[in-house]
């Protein structure tokens, strides 16, 4: 038998260990795509990556432009937060300010399990039944494209965007409501007026964490948009993400050659876009604390 | 003339009444008071008249409150009970300005109901401001959001973004109870300004209160309203026992 204060020391070890352990995952991946990527830089020039227009990356000579893969990812993704956030801040307000008590907690688990679903099984669902179903619907030669890329991702980022902005609108004071009310507003101008600006900010930090989510997002993307890299002219285009061409070409590349630096290249592009994203999310959340 | 006429009027939380066979009836024009210990229903008698008790769950009112004349307590659908909050103003014993600048505060009410077009709108928050003597204070400030003003402010602005909708009847909850003695005195002058165009029912915890500002005054004691009168008659000749041990402070 351990003493308790022995067990308490083991424990408070392990946890101190674990604490490290992680920091120490995440300074090394994050040292991994430096040392990679700005390795990339120091023989392709960072503007002629950025903008140009071809990812040939196996042809001789190679040539490793990604503003296609930038602007496919961009596609995607803002067709994607133009459809779920209106629909998620509106479903949002539904549940926290016009269902009765046994509807909200039905549909607020159901909005957790949603978030529960792997995207694997969403991009799976997404190609046997909703790529069929746009190519029919807008008449168009494949249904692999930005828009349907675009549906799946709006699904995947609203169970996010509607829990985040559920909080923000609850946690507007009732006195505020009550003050509109009091003035002969109706349940509708009380929201529309009040409850939105007061909880704008964290709604603007659920929106940001939605789109952080999806910009990320490999799998569901890979296997509905389509994968031609090619700039889009529509979002009925077929497109290509930054991540699906990561997780596409990773797995044929040869270790330390200029197309396998490339694609941690295009990792750290992803980095940085998602570090501001989740940043500028901080941000507006913290201001909701104060 | 009465504005308000309560009668008869019983009020249930559940199982538990509130609200005792209260009959009542306030003028127009006067300041009317309801005083009474804690949890006796004050607060209660007063949300019902501009129906603000209506969200509470297990909430059962019997009996009528006619204001000029309407039955305001029906529940039929054609009854409006926005016009009637319209008419039926009330501020709140915690300053709630809304989250928004000065000007977006007053204009609030005249942008929900339509009452201005937008080049009247700045004219009318002046108006509104000026009567609760703030304009002087804030008018450079209007652009500033309302929580930053100190609480007598913030207290005046709730009252300015009231009469902005130009209602009949304003109820007051203890407004006062967060403030310190001068800004009360400061407020309780507003109230005696105010007077002139508006029927006024304040609910105190302060005697003096309601002794200095109102003409009517209304004692109440675990939901029954004991009396009724002029407020120089309940404070120096009260006709019950039970006034006069409330109001000299031989209370409890
Ligand atoms: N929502 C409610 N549900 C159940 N009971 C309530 C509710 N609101 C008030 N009560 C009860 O009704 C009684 C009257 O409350 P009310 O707030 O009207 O008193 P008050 O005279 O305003 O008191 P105070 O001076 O403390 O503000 C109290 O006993 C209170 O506990
Ligand atoms: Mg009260």
């Given amino acids: ?290 | 003339m009465a504005i308000v006429e309560i009668k008869n009027m019983d009020l249930f939380y559940g199982a538990f009444q509130a609200i005792k066979k209260v009959n009542m009836s306030i003028e127009a024009n006067r300041i009317t008071s309801m005083i009474g210990p804690s949890g006796c229903g004050k607060s209660t008698l007063l949300r019902c008249l501009n129906r603000m008790n209506d969200n509470i769950e297990g909430i059962k009112i019997t009996g009528k409150i006619d204001i000029d004349g309407i039955d305001i307590l029906r529940s039929d659908e054609e009854f409006d009970v926005d016009a009637l909050r319209r008419k039926v103003g009330m501020v709140f014993q915690r300053p709630n300005p809304f989250p928004l600048t000065v000007f977006e505060n007053v204009a609030f009410g005249l942008r929900i109901h339509k009452l201005a077009k937008s080049s009247e709108l700045s004219g009318l928050v002046e108006e509104s401001l000026k009567a609760v003597m703030l304009w002087e204070d804030l008018k450079d400030r209007l652009g500033n959001n309302a929580l930053n003003l100190s609480l007598e402010q913030r207290q005046r602005l709730c009252v300015a973004r009231l009469i902005a909708v130009k209602p009949d009847i304003i109820l007051l909850d203890e407004p006062c109870s967060a403030l310190d003695p001068i800004a009360t005195a400061k407020i309780e002058e507003l109230m005696l300004e105010l007077k002139k165009k508006y029927t006024i029912v304040i609910v105190t915890h302060n005697m003096q209160q309601a002794a200095r500002v109102s003409d009517d005054t209304g004692f109440m004691l675990l939901g029954e309203l004991v009396e009724f009168g002029k407020t120089s008659q309940i404070f120096t000749a009260p006709k019950e026992k039970k006034t006069e041990d409330y109001v000299t402070g031989r209370f409890g």
Avoid: C
Wanted: proline fraction near 4%; hydrophobic fraction near 55%; aromatic fraction near 10%.
């Fill in chain 1, 1 to 290: 038998m351990f003493s308790r204060k022995v067990t308490d020391s083991i424990i408070e070890k392990l946890i101190f260990a674990s604490g490290i352990a992680a920091i120490l995952l995440v300074s090394l991946i994050f040292f991994f795509l430096l040392r990679e990527g700005l390795g990339f830089f120091s023989e392709y020039s960072i503007k002629d990556f950025i903008t140009g227009h071809f990812w040939y990356p196996t042809s001789k000579p190679a040539a490793f432009g990604i503003l296609s893969l930038i602007m496919g990812s961009l596609f995607v993704t803002l067709g994607a937060a133009v459809i779920a956030v209106p629909v998620g801040v509106m479903a949002a307000f539904y549940i926290s300010e016009v269902a009765p008590v046994s509807v909200r907690d039905v549909l607020k688990s159901g909005i957790e399990l949603l978030a529960a679903i792997p995207s694997v099984v969403i991009g799976f669902i997404g190609m046997v039944t909703l790529v069929p179903l746009v190519r029919v619907m807008f008449d168009i030669p494949t249904g692999l494209s930005a828009f349907s890329g675009s549906l799946m991702l709006a699904f995947m980022a609203m169970p996010t965007i509607v829990s985040i902005s559920e909080d923000a609108i609850r946690s507007v004071p009732w006195t505020y409501k009550e003050a509109a009310l009091s003035l002969g507003a109706t349940k509708w101008q009380t929201m529309y007026r009040i409850v939105l600006p007061a909880a704008a900010p964290g709604i603007l930090a659920a929106v940001m964490l939605g789109i952080g989510r999806v910009i990320g997002e490999t799998m569901a993307v890979m296997m509905i948009t389509g994968n031609a890299a090619a700039i889009p002219e529509s979002i009925f285009d077929p497109v290509r993400t930054m991540t699906a061409t990561i997780a596409a070409e990773m797995g044929e590349t040869v270790k330390g050659s200029m197309h396998y630096k490339g694609l941690f290249a295009i990792g750290l592009v992803l980095f940085v876009i998602t570090f501001i994203i989740n940043f500028i999310a901080d941000t507006f959340l913290n201001r909701v604390k104060k």
